[in-house]
């Protein structure tokens, strides 16, 4: 039986490791060749528990291992040059990009830094350019071929950050950045609509990546828990099952919105 991305190509940026991994794996495992971007492509190794299988290198080899086609490129997501450079990298081994999955990005200082008043100019630039502009500098080097095609499937991430507010207004500069995506990938879908291109948002909320369970651990898991519904923390597999939803014709008729997967936390 043909997998349901057989024949497609995806591109997921900050996938090195976290949620990023398990959007690559996802797709992998649907049949997509997969292009992998991030700064470093053993970043996993700075964090216990996002160790990955003894057997493999990177997520490169991880993705191999599931017999689809995989490249996997180093570039700063925040730098246009570096984006540009390894996406035609990835184009050029293998072939037009059919999906892209915006995920690099990032938050820059402690979560009780940056309040709205009185945010860090520095980090506010910091952040912006690695969510915001990044996921823009990763948009324009696909949007043109795949208007040719008049095929594309293009998911944004955006946070829980960029449409509840953190108590007491810290951490705004990342809120700041994540609401701007939301309101980008809007546009884009009225701007690529007409060529058949779809692209909505992925809003994660608590996710239990190997990095933030430690930061969780440490400030007790009940309570970022205690704050959802569902009463527990979500996973990166949470979030693959709406990537999969968004990358396949499952969404061919969804565009311009926002899918937060928080376990009840936005209401």
């Not at 997921?12 to 971007?37: C, N």
Request: contains cysteine.
């Amino acid at each position: 039986m043909m997998k349901r991305l057989e024949g497609k190509v995806a591109l997921v940026t900050g996938a090195a490791r976290g949620i990023g991994r398990e959007y690559a794996l996802r797709l992998a495992s649907l049949g997509a060749d997969v292009g992998v971007i991030d700064i470093d492509l053993k970043s996993y190794q700075h964090f216990e528990k996002e160790k990955i299988d003894e057997r493999f290198d990177t997520v490169v080899d991880e993705i191999k291992n599931l017999g689809v086609n995989v490249f996997g490129a180093e570039a700063d997501i925040s730098n246009e040059d570096q984006v540009i450079q390894a996406i035609n990298k990835i184009r050029e081994n293998l072939g037009e990009i059919d999906i892209l999955i915006a995920n690099a990005g990032g938050g820059s200082g402690s979560v009780d830094e940056n309040a709205a008043s009185t945010m860090d100019s520095e980090h506010l630039k910091v952040v912006m350019e690695r969510n915001l502009y990044g996921t823009i500098y990763s948009v324009k080097a696909v949007a043109e071929q795949m208007k040719k095609k008049n095929y594309g499937k293009i998911i944004t991430v955006t946070s829980v950050a960029g449409i509840k507010a953190i108590a007491g207004g810290t951490y705004s500069h990342y809120g700041a950045a994540k609401a701007a995506i939301i309101n980008y990938t809007k546009y884009l879908a009225q701007d690529l609509g007409p060529y058949n291109i779809t692209v909505n948002a992925i809003a994660p909320g608590y996710i239990g990546t190997g990095r933030l369970m430690e930061q969780f651990e440490k400030a007790g898991v009940e309570t970022f828990t205690e704050q959802t519904a569902l009463k527990r923390l979500g996973t990166p597999e949470d979030c693959a099952n709406v990537i999969e939803f968004l990358s396949t014709n499952l969404s061919d008729y969804v565009t311009g919105t926002v899918i937060d997967v928080t376990g009840g936390l936005v209401q």
